[in-house]
């Protein structure tokens, strides 16, 4: 099976840290392929804009979602975004690594989220 880890969190000595390690190991000692993204190790920019995409479809406005399915049609992501979407299709499973900040994910994490799982491609029509 081929695994993705998405790993949010800043401190490579921390709890989660060592979650993703041992699921790293465990699951390549099953014989699982696994790739980890790692976000804050990747420097990962979590902010969404127009700077997504190298060719807009209406570049007097912009519609997120619109622009992402321009940009699948096209094939004119951001070089980021489409590496991480590359790994996402790629996967089997995907497994979301973080911790608990104020009820939610860390913002890198939903980032990576609102910036990947792209209209189009992961989720629309």
């Known amino acids: 099976m081929n695994i993705l880890i998405v790993h949010a969190h800043p401190e490579p000595q921390s709890f989660t840290s060592a979650l993703k390690t041992l699921a790293v190991e465990e699951l390549g000692r099953l014989g699982h392929e696994v790739h980890v993204s790692d976000l804050y190790a990747m420097g990962f920019n979590p902010v969404a804009s127009a700077a997504d995409f190298q060719d ?21 992501l951001a070089p980021d975004i489409q590496l991480e979407l590359e790994k996402l299709l790629w996967c089997d499973l995907l497994i979301l690594n973080f911790p608990l900040y104020w009820f939610s994910t860390p913002a890198i994490l939903k980032g990576w989220l609102d910036r990947v799982l792209v209209s189009g491609s992961v989720y629309g029509g």
């Open 56 to 76: 807009r479809a209406n570049p007097d406005y912009l519609v997120y979602a619109l622009e992402q399915r321009h940009g699948v049609q096209h094939q004119t």
